[in-house]
């Protein structure tokens, strides 16, 4: 065993090195953050540089031994170790006394993995290249890290700048956990479906597309400071054969691999990549020996590679504790044969020592030249010079708290699981599943693993989506049984429909990744019975429902198990995202390369603020806006919802019900809207019967209500109520309203004047209780009844209603009066309770889930679900201010005051249209930012004499739109060239 100069190792101690960052052991290198300057993507020169080069001075200090020692890349898990753990001390043994040029990190945690890397680093006699697997980003193997959709997801995208992005982000992250070479791209084209081991580890199955996807992934990861790899050098996709197992043999001639596998590569290599990694895979038109693999093989490597194809940078070998080579050629030999082949990185081999001494043999016997090895290590010094490894080599651990999962990347990973969505059937226009229907779901998981947790955020996700009911969750995996299969067959019948989950992922050493038997008997099965409409979401391996028949009435392929893709695929099946993603490869008797129905985006869906524009951190200050109102006891809790563009990036509860603080407010909890009620319900009754041609605005009223027309007021138009201009007082004092409901109206209809009408606007909840009326008139329905079918089931707000006022209901946010009594489930403002609780005034009860639904209708021009619910004109007519003198009321809405007070705030546009209501709730929509803010409270709760709500909703509303930092579109990593 060489030993290189010993330095003594101080125990990693995890907590302490946690909490105060990594600390240089009398080393000159500075603790600063490692360099991310973009890797050159010219192909290195050949040409030996100076000799005052760090690489240089390194070479010629150095012997054969530590020369040897700097190819070898070992491997460590970044999970947690005891310093003093067998393993880690031996990985420590490795650095320190072997003198292993690079490391290679399995699966880990963020801090551990940093706080490894920056111990060992230290440890190191000369930097250590670090590397990691991060082909679909950092998440592929270290938790809370970004995960993106693989390789396939992005190929399905067909955009070239989201690979790009996502080889930026990767690479980002990946220099803040220590790691300098990310393996990655993969560059082998997947036109084999049987292919246990690439799968959606590739970009498709066309040479071109794989290409082009490959060279900007690349360009990304280098320009994100890291040596991107690309692999399987030279095609590693038309196998059937799991290169962990067993030797994949290519039995193809030179021209094929000229026109299909080696063109990819080549794209990428004219890019700069920094370096290549070699496959275990043989092809005997290349190599006439059939039991070597290209890694292995001098003929692949350097003839072809190197000297054909011109690559001169760095080379790695697959990892070489893969049964393909390590039955065949032994420890030793294969990492001498690896070097004779060209390779300058050894990784992972099973005895790095033996391996070494194999190496230092084989070059005593003149077997290897020391001028490859020279050469080899030179690559390797000149590529930790080129990284600044030399001059820095520790990650300080602020720069991994702020760099890993930033915002914008998991806002990219989403964008990017959307855009590769693939609708392959979609039989009877079956998805998207909108209001006003509802389905009661049953969604069976096919997982080819045991991991209980397996599909909770697609579940998660599906159950948000407004036109699904009930869900019933089951799973089929290796622990299931025949008993099990006819249990769930049993259950669908009980469902309106049955959503199959397929979880099959690439997995090393499996052999395998299509359904398993009684996976497919179900399927035959359930599509066979005549039961239910069934989607299939395949969320991994989109070649698993090949051959099925019949085929299910919808087939989405999300290529995928990450929590974005999940997300994503429940959304689409909600219409709360488009399907724009063509197949990338071909799915034997399914679909075709390149096919793919695109269905639009048609409701709204949950999102980052960064997805539409918006600061995230400046919008969280809406948030402190109502946590300090509530320390202040200006309400006890509120639900807040925003929304721009496509997404609700806010739809949160604050605070509790009561003081008592033993209810948690929530988006779905119940709050008396008030006012609200006047354009919630009334002023979009009233828009609905105009379309129709059931109500003129210019009308009298006395057309619909004849006995409406006295005392002056025979020619007050329906405009007049509407503009709150039509000479009525603002309310009925308690002796004035009578003893039930239609004696409140009679007196309405016999109130006289009280200004002249269209002279002025005076605020009346009469004007609305008339509308009411005339509501009912005209379409023979009570007003609650007509709301309920023509509004709220229509645009799926189902927890939106009116109660009687004898109604108790504990899920309702009480409010109180002024005499203290508590109402919850009964209307708090005492016109519409006279009114027995259903009235145009106020009276309705609604959620921050169910109006921002309401208020994303508004937004879109009408349009949700795929319906124009209302036109484009009626919303413009209704909103703009009338032209009643001295006013800013619409018809039913208000506008925002261009000078003074407003609850909007200061920086909505004049444009801006909205509503308040007495228990503290606001409604503002900006119609030239597509935004609107809502707010939900009950101020009125324990007494109605606080009034800083006047206060808290301009702030509120301010918050948000100066959260705004550009168009409504996604806030996303990197800059892609031109």
């Given at each position: 065993?060489?030993?290189?100069?010993?330095?003594?190792?101080?125990?990693?101690?995890?907590?302490?090195?946690?909490?105060?960052?990594?600390?240089?052991?009398?080393?000159?290198?500075?603790?600063?953050?490692?360099?991310?300057?973009?890797?050159?993507?010219?192909?290195?020169?050949?040409?030996?540089?100076?000799?005052?080069?760090?690489?240089?001075?390194?070479?010629?200090?150095?012997?054969?031994?530590?020369?040897?020692?700097?190819?070898?890349?070992?491997?460590?898990?970044?999970?947690?170790?005891?310093?003093?753990?067998?393993?880690?001390?031996?990985?420590?043994?490795?650095?320190?006394?072997?003198?292993?040029?690079?490391?290679?990190?399995?699966?880990?945690?963020?801090?551990?993995?940093?706080?490894?890397?920056?111990?060992?680093?230290?440890?190191?006699?000369?930097?250590?290249?670090?590397?990691?697997?991060?082909?679909?980003?950092?998440?592929?193997?270290?938790?809370?890290?970004?995960?993106?959709?693989?390789?396939?997801?992005?190929?399905?995208?067909?955009?070239?700048?989201?690979?790009?992005?996502?080889?930026?982000?990767?690479?980002?992250?990946?220099?803040?956990?220590?790691?300098?070479?990310?393996?990655?791209?993969?560059?082998?084209?997947?036109?084999?479906?049987?292919?246990?081991?690439?799968?959606?580890?590739?970009?498709?199955?066309?040479?071109?597309?794989?290409?082009?996807?490959?060279?900007?992934?690349?360009?990304?990861?280098?320009?994100?400071?890291?040596?991107?790899?690309?692999?399987?050098?030279?095609?590693?996709?038309?196998?059937?054969?799991?290169?962990?197992?067993?030797?994949?043999?290519?039995?193809?001639?030179?021209?094929?691999?000229?026109?299909?596998?080696?063109?990819?590569?080549?794209?990428?290599?004219?890019?700069?990549?920094?370096?290549?990694?070699?496959?275990?895979?043989?092809?005997?038109?290349?190599?006439?020996?059939?039991?070597?693999?290209?890694?292995?093989?001098?003929?692949?490597?350097?003839?072809?590679?190197?000297?054909?194809?011109?690559?001169?940078?760095?080379?790695?070998?697959?990892?070489?504790?893969?049964?393909?080579?390590?039955?065949?050629?032994?420890?030793?030999?294969?990492?001498?044969?690896?070097?004779?082949?060209?390779?300058?990185?050894?990784?992972?081999?099973?005895?790095?020592?033996?391996?070494?001494?194999?190496?230092?043999?084989?070059?005593?016997?003149?077997?290897?030249?020391?001028?490859?090895?020279?050469?080899?290590?030179?690559?390797?010094?000149?590529?930790?010079?080129?990284?600044?490894?030399?001059?820095?080599?520790?990650?300080?651990?602020?720069?991994?708290?702020?760099?890993?999962?930033?915002?914008?990347?998991?806002?990219?990973?989403?964008?990017?699981?959307?855009?590769?969505?693939?609708?392959?059937?979609?039989?009877?226009?079956?998805?998207?599943?909108?209001?006003?229907?509802?389905?009661?779901?049953?969604?069976?998981?096919?997982?080819?693993?045991?991991?209980?947790?397996?599909?909770?955020?697609?579940?998660?996700?599906?159950?948000?989506?407004?036109?699904?009911?009930?869900?019933?969750?089951?799973?089929?995996?290796?622990?299931?049984?025949?008993?099990?299969?006819?249990?769930?067959?049993?259950?669908?019948?009980?469902?309106?429909?049955?959503?199959?989950?397929?979880?099959?992922?690439?997995?090393?050493?499996?052999?395998?990744?299509?359904?398993?038997?009684?996976?497919?008997?179900?399927?035959?099965?359930?599509?066979?019975?005549?039961?239910?409409?069934?989607?299939?979401?395949?969320?991994?391996?989109?070649?698993?429902?090949?051959?099925?028949?019949?085929?299910?009435?919808?087939?989405?392929?999300?290529?995928?198990?990450?929590?974005?893709?999940?997300?994503?695929?429940?959304?689409?099946?909600?219409?709360?995202?488009?399907?724009?993603?063509?197949?990338?490869?071909?799915?034997?008797?399914?679909?075709?390369?390149?096919?793919?129905?695109?269905?639009?985006?048609?409701?709204?869906?949950?999102?980052?603020?960064?997805?539409?524009?918006?600061?995230?951190?400046?919008?969280?200050?809406?948030?402190?806006?109502?946590?300090?109102?509530?320390?202040?006891?200006?309400?006890?809790?509120?639900?807040m919802a925003v929304g721009r563009g496509d997404v609700i990036p806010t739809l949160e509860g604050h605070g509790y019900y009561t003081y008592e603080q033993t209810k948690r407010v929530k988006p779905t909890s119940q709050y008396d809207v008030a006012?609200?009620?006047?354009?919630?319900?009334?002023?979009?009754?009233?828009?609905?019967?105009?379309?129709?041609?059931?109500?003129?605005?210019?009308?009298?009223?006395?057309?619909?209500?004849?006995?409406?027309?006295?005392?002056?007021?025979?020619?007050?138009?329906?405009?007049?109520?509407?503009?709150?201009?039509?000479?009525?007082?603002?309310?009925?004092?308690?002796?004035?309203?009578?003893?039930?409901?239609?004696?409140?109206?009679?007196?309405?209809?016999?109130?006289?004047?009280?200004?002249?009408?269209?002279?002025?606007?005076?605020?009346?909840?009469?004007?609305?209780?008339?509308?009411?009326?005339?509501?009912?008139?005209?379409?023979?329905?009570?007003?609650?009844?007509?709301?309920?079918?023509?509004?709220?089931?229509?645009?799926?707000?189902?927890?939106?209603?009116?109660?009687?006022?004898?109604?108790?209901?504990?899920?309702?946010?009480?409010?109180?009066?002024?005499?203290?009594?508590?109402?919850?489930?009964?209307?708090?403002?005492?016109?519409?309770?006279?009114?027995?609780?259903?009235?145009?005034?106020?009276?309705?009860?609604s959620t921050a889930k169910d109006l921002s639904r309401f208020a994303y209708m508004l937004t879109h021009e009408g349009r949700i679900d795929g319906r124009q619910f209302l036109e484009p004109e009626t919303i413009a007519r209704f909103t703009q201010?009338?032209?009643?003198?001295?006013?800013?009321?619409?018809?039913?809405?208000?506008?925002?005051?261009?000078?003074?007070?407003?609850?909007?705030?200061?920086?909505?546009?004049?444009?801006?249209?909205?509503?308040?209501?007495?228990?503290?709730?606001?409604?503002?929509?900006?119609?030239?930012?597509?935004?609107?803010?809502?707010?939900?409270?009950?101020?009125?709760?324990?007494?109605?004499?606080?009034?800083?709500?006047?206060?808290?909703?301009?702030?509120?509303?301010?918050?948000?739109?100066?959260?705004?930092?550009?168009?409504?579109?996604?806030?996303?990593?990197?800059?892609?060239?031109?």
């Amino acid at each position: 065993m060489m030993c290189i100069q010993r330095r003594v190792l101080l125990p990693l101690l995890m907590m302490g090195l946690l909490g105060g960052g990594a600390v240089g052991c009398g080393s000159s290198e500075s603790a600063t953050p490692p360099a991310v300057d973009p890797v050159s993507r010219s192909p290195a020169d050949p040409a030996r540089p100076p000799a005052g080069t760090w690489a240089e001075r390194q070479l010629r200090q150095m012997t054969l031994q530590e020369k040897i020692a700097q190819l070898f890349i070992i491997r460590l898990d970044g999970l947690y170790q005891n310093a003093q753990a067998p393993s880690y001390r031996e990985t420590t043994a490795l650095v320190e006394e072997f003198g292993a040029g690079g490391m290679m990190f399995g699966p880990g945690t963020p801090m551990t993995q940093v706080t490894m890397a920056n111990d060992l680093q230290r440890t190191a006699e000369i930097p250590l290249l670090v590397s990691q697997d991060t082909e679909w980003g950092v998440g592929m193997r270290i938790d809370r890290a970004t995960t993106f959709p693989p390789a396939m997801a992005l190929g399905a995208t067909r955009t070239p700048s989201l690979a790009y992005r996502a080889g930026y982000a990767t690479a980002r992250e990946a220099r803040a956990l220590g790691v300098h070479q990310v393996y990655a791209p993969v560059a082998d084209v997947n036109n084999n479906p049987k292919n246990p081991i690439i799968n959606i580890r590739s970009f498709g199955e066309s040479p071109e597309l794989v290409g082009t996807m490959a060279s900007a992934f690349a360009e990304g990861a280098q320009d994100g400071g890291t040596i991107a790899t690309v692999k399987h050098f030279p095609g590693h996709g038309d196998t059937d054969v799991d290169s962990h197992m067993a030797l994949p043999v290519l039995r193809f001639d030179r021209a094929r691999l000229d026109t299909l596998e080696l063109e990819p590569f080549r794209e990428v290599m004219a890019g700069g990549i920094g370096s290549v990694m070699t496959g275990h895979l043989a092809l005997p038109a290349l190599e006439s020996d059939a039991s070597v693999p290209a890694s292995l093989s001098e003929t692949v490597t350097t003839d072809l590679l190197r000297e054909e194809m011109g690559f001169d940078d760095l080379v790695v070998t697959d990892a070489l504790n893969m049964d393909a080579v390590r039955r065949e050629f032994g420890v030793g030999e294969t990492a001498v044969r690896g070097l004779e082949a060209g390779a300058d990185l050894i990784l992972m081999s099973t005895n790095p020592r033996g391996a070494h001494n194999a190496v230092e043999e084989a070059v005593a016997s003149g077997r290897l030249d020391t001028t490859t090895i020279n050469t080899s290590v030179r690559r390797v010094l000149q590529a930790k010079e080129k990284l600044g490894l030399h001059e820095r080599r520790y990650v300080p651990l602020d720069t991994t708290r702020r760099r890993v999962n930033r915002r914008s990347h998991e806002v990219l990973a989403a964008a990017t699981a959307r855009e590769s969505l693939t609708l392959l059937n979609n039989q009877d226009d079956l998805l998207p599943l909108t209001p006003p229907d509802e389905y009661s779901t049953l969604v069976v998981k096919l997982s080819g693993t045991e991991s209980p947790g397996e599909g909770k955020p697609f579940v998660k996700a599906l159950s948000d989506q407004p036109a699904i009911g009930r869900v019933d969750v089951r799973r089929l995996d290796p622990r299931s049984d025949e008993t099990d299969m006819v249990d769930h067959l049993q259950a669908a019948e009980s469902h309106d429909l049955v959503v199959v989950a397929s979880y099959l992922s690439v997995q090393a050493w499996s052999g395998s990744i299509g359904f398993k038997d009684l996976h497919r008997t179900f399927l035959d099965r359930l599509l066979s019975d005549g039961g239910p409409p069934t989607a299939l979401a395949a969320f991994g391996n989109p070649y698993a429902p090949s051959r099925l028949q019949p085929t299910p009435g919808a087939v989405l392929a999300a290529y995928s198990a990450s929590g974005p893709s999940q997300r994503a695929a429940a959304q689409a099946i909600g219409g709360a995202a488009p399907t724009p993603g063509r197949l990338p490869v071909t799915i034997p008797n399914l679909a075709e390369r390149g096919a793919g129905e695109t269905l639009p985006r048609v409701s709204p869906r949950r999102g980052y603020p960064e997805s539409v524009g918006m600061d995230g951190q400046r919008l969280a200050q809406a948030d402190s806006v109502l946590r300090a109102a509530m320390l202040d006891h200006a309400f006890p809790g509120a639900a807040m919802a925003v929304g721009r563009g496509d997404v609700i990036p806010t739809l949160e509860g604050h605070g509790y019900y009561t003081y008592e603080q033993t209810k948690r407010v929530k988006p779905t909890s119940q709050y008396d809207v008030a006012s609200l009620t006047k354009v919630v319900a009334t002023t979009t009754a009233i828009m609905l019967l105009t379309e129709q041609d059931r109500v003129s605005l210019d009308s009298t009223v006395a057309t619909y209500l004849p006995e409406f027309a006295k005392n002056g007021k025979e020619d007050i138009t329906v405009r007049r109520l509407l503009s709150h201009s039509s000479g009525l007082k603002p309310y009925l004092g308690p002796d004035e309203r009578g003893p039930n409901p239609q004696a409140l109206v009679d007196t309405i209809m016999a109130q006289p004047l009280a200004y002249e009408p269209g002279k002025a606007s005076k605020y009346s909840g009469l004007n609305f209780i008339t509308l009411m009326r005339i509501v009912e008139t005209v379409t023979n329905r009570a007003f609650d009844v007509y709301c309920r079918e023509n509004i709220f089931e229509p645009l799926g707000m189902d927890q939106t209603r009116f109660y009687s006022i004898d109604r108790k209901a504990q899920w309702v946010v009480p409010t109180t009066d002024t005499a203290g009594t508590m109402y919850r489930g009964s209307v708090h403002d005492p016109m519409a309770r006279a009114m027995g609780g259903v009235s145009g005034n106020a009276g309705l009860f609604s959620t921050a889930k169910d109006l921002s639904r309401f208020a994303y209708m508004l937004t879109h021009e009408g349009r949700i679900d795929g319906r124009q619910f209302l036109e484009p004109e009626t919303i413009a007519r209704f909103t703009q201010k009338s032209d009643v003198p001295g006013s800013t009321r619409a018809l039913g809405w208000d506008t925002k005051s261009p000078t003074g007070y407003s609850s909007a705030g200061d920086r909505f546009d004049v444009s801006s249209f909205g509503h308040t209501g007495y228990t503290g709730t606001s409604l503002w929509i900006d119609p030239t930012q597509g935004l609107f803010v809502l707010l939900l409270t009950n101020r009125v709760y324990p007494d109605d004499t606080s009034e800083q709500i006047q206060q808290v909703r301009p702030r509120v509303a301010n918050e948000v739109h100066e959260s705004i930092v550009g168009p409504p579109e996604p806030l996303l990593p990197g800059t892609v060239p031109e």
